[in-house]
């Protein structure tokens, strides 16, 4: 057994922030299942939205998009709070070390801001297309040469412990080892990130299978907005065969592309968002997403095609160095060739349900990040709040947790045994191909009664199917993506409406006299 004052699941941008703030009042440790670093964060292109431009841009405007983008169900005070504290944050972030681009003028601080869908400024800092690597390189570089936290990599953490409604810590299981672990801490804070690994195409990576959501609904947390899913307008479509589809991300090919003038074009080679937005390709994801399923629908086909041919070679080239050669080592180049894109699943706007310093309704338990849902993002995420998300709850919720009362005894008395897997590898993928495919088809984009009581049906049976303790990594993870498809779909089926990125085609329209509220679901 383990113990420190701080236990934090999960070594992204939330996590780490948690991880600086939590080391000023005790021991740290931090759990990944996979290696240090692994995970959203990393691969976000995009940027970072702050109002650190006080001349063109404020706070207010920042706010006044967020809660546009979320379809009437942004808690207010979240989103103040997003806003403000996110301008010191980031620059805590730079002062850090972090290597923003900078503009040859002063303007914007002197950082080169960008643009992206329904942000009416110029307010996305962002490191060339590669972000999330250098906000994760400058955490996670403080994080272990302060010797901040000692950092547990590949431990996967499979439930928390609650005894008498506190949370005790978790019991994980070492991947090289394969022998479970327990810790145990004063404050548990969960920041193990997204979800997009439920549906068969998503942009997120393999670790992105909803963890720390699944452990804390099995411990009794409430967990919220689970019918609002981000489906990311445009990932990269190539041949794929199906063990990478199960398992590979899609490479995103972010906003900032169209932000800079990319144009959407479907298979006929005719523009088309001007027919369904007036934003143009600039309009909130949702629509933009909407719309390319209706034009590949209509031609039937399975990808649209992005072309940057007005952002010119050399932009291209500087701006977007990862997709230009990531595309290039695919075959393509993107300075004369269209990008073949589709949506993938890419953001959750639902998950743990806490308030805004990250308490969840179990003691000692916390939740930070894309694993938790405090109305940040309604129900819909304006594009780059998310690492701004992390960024400022994760560190909110360390210190909410200092006031912990300390040294809680727990009376388990958990052994050290090594786990062997009970499905065989092949039934495994079977399973999971049916989760994921179902949830694609029948619970993505747009959504029936019909379609999803057809996906609860086929989530049933396999979920039926595993009526065993799972032992090995997949197993742990099949379940948590089984008992996440059933609440998505659950609460997908308990809304009959459209709002923000949930569409139901039987009830196509928002009604707010009896749906502008948020689901919450507890087990029972
Ligand atoms: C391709 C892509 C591009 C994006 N671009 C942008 C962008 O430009 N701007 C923006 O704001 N947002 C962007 N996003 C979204 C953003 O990156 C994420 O929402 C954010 O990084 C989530 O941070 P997090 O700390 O909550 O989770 P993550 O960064 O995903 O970290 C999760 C951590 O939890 C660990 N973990 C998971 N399960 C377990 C477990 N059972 N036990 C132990 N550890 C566990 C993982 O190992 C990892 O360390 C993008 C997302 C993707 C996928």
């Given at each position: 057994m383990t113990k420190c004052d701080y236990l934090i699941i999960g070594g992204g941008?939330?996590?780490?922030?948690?991880?600086?703030?939590?080391?000023?009042?005790?021991?740290?440790?931090?759990?990944?299942?996979?290696k240090a670093g692994e995970g959203a964060t990393e691969k976000a292109q995009g940027g970072i939205a702050a109002a650190?431009?006080?001349?063109?841009?404020?706070?207010?405007?920042?706010?006044?998009?967020?809660?546009?983008?979320?379809?009437g169900l942004c808690d207010e005070k979240a989103v103040r709070i997003l806003v403000t504290e996110g301008v010191e944050r980031?620059?805590?972030?730079?002062?850090?070390?972090?290597?923003?681009?900078?503009?040859?003028?002063?303007?914007g601080g002197g950082f080169a801001l960008a643009l992206e869908g329904a942000h009416k400024r110029r307010r996305i800092l962002h490191a060339g297309d590669a972000t999330g690597e250098e906000i994760q390189r400058t955490l996670g570089s403080k994080v272990v040469s302060e010797k901040l936290a000692d950092i547990?990599?590949?431990?996967?953490?499979?439930?928390?412990?609650?005894?008498?409604?506190?949370?005790?810590?978790?019991?994980?299981?070492?991947?090289?080892?394969?022998?479970t672990e327990t810790f145990i801490a004063n404050s548990t804070i969960i920041t193990t990130g997204g979800l997009?690994?439920?549906?068969?195409?998503?942009?997120?990576?393999?670790?992105?299978?909803?963890?720390?959501?699944?452990?804390?609904?099995?411990?009794?947390?409430?967990?919220?907005?689970?019918?609002?899913?981000?489906?990311?307008?445009?990932?990269?479509?190539?041949?794929?065969?199906?063990?990478?589809?199960?398992?590979?991300?899609?490479?995103?090919?972010?906003?900032?592309?169209?932000?800079?003038?990319?144009?959407?074009?479907?298979?006929?080679?005719?523009?088309?968002?001007?027919?369904?937005d007036v934003k143009g390709e600039l309009a909130p994801r949702d629509i933009v997403s909407?719309?390319?399923?209706?034009?590949?629908?209509?031609?039937?086909?399975?990808?649209?095609?992005?072309?940057?041919v007005k952002v010119g070679a050399e932009k291209i080239k500087k701006r977007f160095p990862v997709i230009y050669h990531t595309c290039l080592e695919r075959g393509l180049d993107i300075t004369k060739d269209n990008i073949p894109v589709a949506p993938s699943a890419h953001y959750f706007m639902g998950g743990i349900k806490t308030d805004v310093d990250g308490k969840t309704n179990i003691a000692n338990l916390y939740a930070a990040g894309e694993c938790a849902s405090l109305g940040v993002h309604g129900a819909n995420r304006l594009a780059s709040?998310?690492?701004?998300?992390?960024?400022?709850?994760?560190?909110?919720a360390a210190l909410a947790a200092r006031s912990e009362i300390r040294n809680h005894k727990s009376e388990t008395n958990p052994k050290s045994e090594i786990t062997k897997a009970h499905l065989k590898d092949k039934e495994l993928q079977r399973f999971k191909l049916i989760i994921k495919s179902n949830m694609w088809k029948e619970v993505s984009i747009v959504r029936s009664k019909e379609s999803l009581l057809q996906?609860?049906?086929?989530?049933?049976?396999?979920?039926?199917?595993?009526?065993?303790?799972?032992?090995?990594?997949?197993?742990?993870?099949?379940?948590?993506?089984?008992?996440?498809?059933?609440?998505i779909t659950q609460a997908a089926l308990d809304r009959p409406e459209s709002r923000g990125a949930h569409y139901r085609s039987d009830f196509p329209k928002s009604d707010d006299k009896n749906w502008k509220k948020h689901l919450v679901y507890k087990k029972s």
């Open positions: 941008i939330a996590g780490l922030s948690a991880a600086m703030e939590a080391a000023k009042y005790g021991k740290v440790i931090v759990l990944t299942k996979g650190i431009d006080q001349i063109r841009d404020s706070t207010q405007f920042h706010f006044e998009d967020t809660i546009a983008a979320g379809a980031v620059k805590e972030l730079i002062e850090m070390g972090a290597r923003f681009d900078r503009a040859e003028t002063e303007a547990y990599q590949y431990t996967l953490g499979i439930d928390l412990i609650v005894e008498n409604g506190k949370c005790l810590g978790v019991n994980a299981l070492d991947l090289k080892s394969n022998k997009g690994q439920v549906y068969l195409y998503t942009t997120n990576p393999e670790v992105a299978t909803g963890d720390g959501i699944a452990m804390a609904y099995r411990a009794g947390a409430a967990v919220t907005d689970m019918e609002f899913v981000q489906f990311h307008p445009t990932s990269l479509v190539q041949f794929e065969d199906l063990k990478d589809i199960i398992a590979l991300p899609r490479f995103l090919i972010s906003e900032a592309v169209r932000g800079e003038g990319a144009m959407l074009l479907n298979t006929k080679g005719e523009r088309f968002m001007q027919k369904y909407r719309a390319i399923y209706k034009e590949m629908k209509e031609n039937n086909s399975d990808h649209v095609f992005l072309s940057l709040n998310s690492l701004l998300d992390g960024l400022v709850f994760g560190h909110r996906a609860q049906k086929m989530i049933n049976e396999v979920d039926r199917k595993l009526d065993f303790e799972p032992a090995a990594k997949e197993e742990i993870e099949l379940k948590n993506l089984t008992l996440l498809a059933k609440l």
